[in-house]
């Protein structure tokens, strides 16, 4: 019996496609393969585990999600302590070449039905408040997929180091001449 309930699960495990959930940096543009464009390519890739995040401004990452066709899909962005950060995402779109051409802001938690095998990328913004507590926190990128979750986990550190409040200054149109 216990031979038969292994060879099911690994029967299950193979025909089950892989799901992937990548976290780069948004300096690495992802095209509609799910793939970094080639000018944006490097040899070897660093993994994002353990960013440090300035008070009072932004991190960005780029988040990929290779979903199969046919299934459900739910995408979440977890933070321990809750609402450390303000995380807003956006989904990515492309032009006819493949290329990124422009984002599109998203409410969380995303949720979706794959009708063919799709590569999907958003934007991901983390924003630290200038009065955030230098601390280290969890955060990760929590997909569910069919019927299992995939996890991107990573320990953001909230440095003294603080953005300068910036406040726009409006001098005026210049002189037609």
């Given at each position: 019996?216990?031979?038969?309930?292994?060879?099911?699960?690994?029967?299950?495990?193979?025909?089950?496609?892989?799901?992937?959930?990548?976290?780069?940096?948004?300096?690495?543009?992802?095209?509609?393969?799910?793939?970094?464009?080639?000018?944006?390519?490097?040899?070897?890739?660093?993994?994002?585990?353990?960013?440090?995040?300035?008070?009072?401004?932004?991190?960005?990452?780029?988040?990929?999600?290779?979903?199969?066709?046919?299934?459900?899909?739910?995408?979440?962005?977890?933070?321990?302590?809750?609402?450390?950060?303000?995380?807003?995402?956006?989904?990515?779109?492309?032009?006819?070449?493949?290329?990124?051409?422009?984002?599109?802001?998203?409410?969380?938690?995303?949720?979706?039905?794959?009708?063919?095998?799709?590569?999907?990328?958003?934007?991901?913004?983390?924003?630290?408040?200038?009065?955030a507590p230098v601390?280290?926190?969890?955060?990760?990128?929590?997909?569910?997929?069919?019927?299992?979750?995939?996890?991107?986990?990573?320990?953001?550190?909230?440095?003294?180091?603080?953005?300068?409040?910036?406040?726009?200054?409006?001098?005026?149109?210049?002189a037609i001449a």
């Amino acid at each position: 019996m216990r031979v038969a309930s292994q060879f099911a699960l690994l029967t299950l495990a193979i025909a089950m496609p892989a799901q992937e959930l990548y976290v780069r940096s948004e300096f690495q543009r992802v095209g509609a393969d799910g793939k970094v464009v080639a000018p944006d390519r490097v040899d070897n890739p660093r993994e994002i585990l353990s960013p440090a995040l300035a008070r009072n401004g932004f991190a960005s990452y780029m988040l990929t999600a290779n979903i199969p066709a046919g299934i459900d899909y739910s995408l979440e962005i977890g933070q321990n302590p809750e609402d450390t950060a303000r995380v807003v995402l956006y989904q990515q779109h492309y032009g006819p070449d493949g290329i990124p051409d422009h984002l599109e802001k998203v409410a969380l938690p995303i949720h979706g039905h794959s009708t063919k095998e799709e590569n999907l990328t958003w934007w991901m913004d983390l924003y630290i408040d200038n009065t955030a507590p230098v601390r280290r926190f969890k955060v990760e990128a929590q997909l569910w997929v069919s019927d299992r979750w995939v996890i991107y986990p990573m320990e953001a550190r909230i440095v003294a180091a603080q953005i300068p409040a910036f406040q726009a200054k409006f001098w005026g149109l210049p002189a037609i001449a």
